[in-house]
C-alpha cells in the first residue's frame, strides 16, 4: 500500500496550489481521507477530511480558503489551496483511514512554502 503526496512548493501569498494524494495497493474511495500539516516544532494540525460518501470538514484556518475533494476513477484525492498566506506553510500529508477494516495509512509528505 502507497499513499503518494504531490504538488507542493514554493508559491506567492495570495497564491494557490493543489496538492494530490495517490493510492496504490488500496481502493480509496472506501477510505476517508485527510489532509494534515506540520511546522517543525509543532503538532501536526488537522486541515481537512473527505469522507467515502463525499462528505467535507475543514479547520477553521482554512475555511473558504481550501477544497478537498476525490477522483475514484483516479484512486486520488486533492486539496485545492487557494489564498495561500505564509502561515499555510508546512509539511502536507494525507492520511487514509478505514475503520472497519482497522487500516490506517499515511502518505510521505509535500512541502509548501508561502513567501514573497
Known amino acids: 500500500v502507497q499513499l503518494q503526496a504531490s504538488g507542493g512548493g514554493l508559491v506567492q501569498p495570495g497564491g494557490s496550489l493543489r496538492l494530490s494524494c495517490a493510492a496504490s495497493?488500496?481502493?480509496?474511495?472506501?477510505?476517508?481521507v485527510d489532509w494534515y500539516r506540520q511546522v517543525p516544532g509543532r503538532q501536526r494540525e488537522l486541515v481537512a477530511t473527505i469522507t467515502s460518501d463525499r462528505s467535507t470538514t475543514y479547520a477553521d484556518s482554512v475555511k473558504g480558503r481550501f477544497t478537498i475533494s476525490r477522483d475514484n476513477a483516479k484512486n486520488t484525492v486533492y486539496l485545492q489551496m487557494n489564498s495561500l498566506k505564509p502561515e499555510d506553510t508546512a509539511v502536507y500529508y494525507c492520511?487514509?483511514?478505514?475503520?472497519?477494516?482497522?487500516?490506517?495509512?499515511w502518505g510521505n509528505g509535500t512541502q509548501v512554502t508561502v513567501s514573497s
Open positions: 495497493g488500496i481502493i480509496l474511495s472506501i477510505y476517508t
Open positions: 492520511n487514509a483511514e478505514q475503520l472497519r477494516l482497522s487500516h490506517n495509512y
